[in-house]
């Protein structure tokens, strides 16, 4: 199995699938095509919350800003899993929680794709990472190293992205964190763990206080709440409504919660 995910849209995808298919008879699924444009944290919290699901496969992420430069095209391997993208810190949140929930822990070893001559310099999706992920499906994840253009390197030597920590000051009933990312129904996903509103009827958000509710329905059609949502995270949101509108919050953004 291969796994597609990029800021591309439409129509460009299709031409890596099409790379992915003439090299190999790989069974491909699409995560997302609209990951957040150039956003290269908001695509490594997605992936991050999305591939560790996945049984063993080869994930190929393009989000790459970066693309025609001289950042380097790498492969990350983590068990049995194999993460294939740009050197941009995008795969490294992914291929840590995958390493962190697989048995046994596996470590992560990564390689460095020799890139010679792409058709274009501006979509190396089609003409470096696609026919890496083909080559990466047919041999064995061990094997990875016997492919000739995959070069072994050290990942200390890797961009690497650590996403933002929320500071949680328990004694005082206060946190603060930043907005990560705001979906498409407008919830703006904050680094606030749940475990910090669990149990509260109210909490104030930036000075304003807001009910806490388990669900969406726990308040009426067009009121705001805050919630824990699927990730484990504090939400803003509205029920049937645009958290992000409401709380007049966007990504990067800080977030003052306080318990009652």
């Known amino acids: 199995m291969i796994t597609l995910a990029s800021d591309f849209g439409s129509a460009y995808p299709a031409a890596m699938k099409g790379v992915v298919?003439?090299?190999?008879?790989?069974?491909?699924?699409?995560?997302?095509?609209?990951?957040?444009?150039?956003?290269?944290?908001?695509?490594?919290?997605w992936l991050r919350e999305t591939l560790p699901y996945f049984p063993p496969a080869v994930h190929l992420v393009v989000v790459d800003p970066g693309v025609g430069t001289d950042r380097r095209a790498i492969v990350l391997r983590v068990g049995d899993h194999i993460l294939v993208g740009p050197d941009n810190g995008v795969l490294r949140p992914p291929a840590r929680r995958i390493a962190d929930e697989a048995d046994g822990s596996p470590?992560?070893?990564?390689?460095?794709?020799?890139?010679?001559?792409?058709?274009?310099?501006?979509?190396?999706?089609?003409?470096?990472?696609?026919?890496?992920?083909?080559?990466?499906?047919?041999?064995?994840?061990?094997?990875?190293?016997?492919?000739?253009?995959?070069?072994?390197?050290?990942?200390?030597?890797?961009?690497?992205?650590?996403?933002?920590?929320?500071?949680?000051?328990?004694?005082?009933?206060?946190?603060?964190?930043?907005?990560?990312?705001?979906?498409?129904?407008?919830?703006?996903?904050?680094?606030?763990?749940g475990e910090f509103v669990r149990g509260c009827d109210h909490v104030a958000v930036n000075g304003e206080e807001v009910p806490v509710g388990h669900t969406f329905e726990a308040v009426p059609r067009g009121e705001r709440l805050v919630t824990v949502g699927s990730h484990g995270n504090v939400e803003c949101d509205v029920n049937h409504g645009r958290g992000d509108e409401a709380f007049g919050l966007a990504p990067g953004d800080s977030v003052r919660v306080v318990r009652d």
């Open 21 to 45: 298919l003439s090299r190999t008879d790989a069974r491909l699924v699409d995560v997302a095509h609209d990951l957040p444009r150039q956003d290269i944290r908001a695509a490594a919290f």
């Open 107 to 193: 470590t992560i070893d990564a390689y460095e794709i020799r890139v010679e001559n792409p058709a274009s310099t501006t979509f190396h999706g089609r003409d470096v990472f696609a026919p890496a992920a083909a080559d990466a499906h047919d041999v064995a994840p061990d094997e990875l190293g016997d492919i000739e253009r995959f070069s072994p390197l050290d990942t200390d030597d890797l961009v690497d992205l650590a996403l933002p920590t929320a500071t949680v000051d328990s004694d005082a009933g206060v946190a603060t964190g930043d907005v990560l990312v705001v979906d498409d129904f407008g919830n703006c996903i904050t680094n606030v763990p």
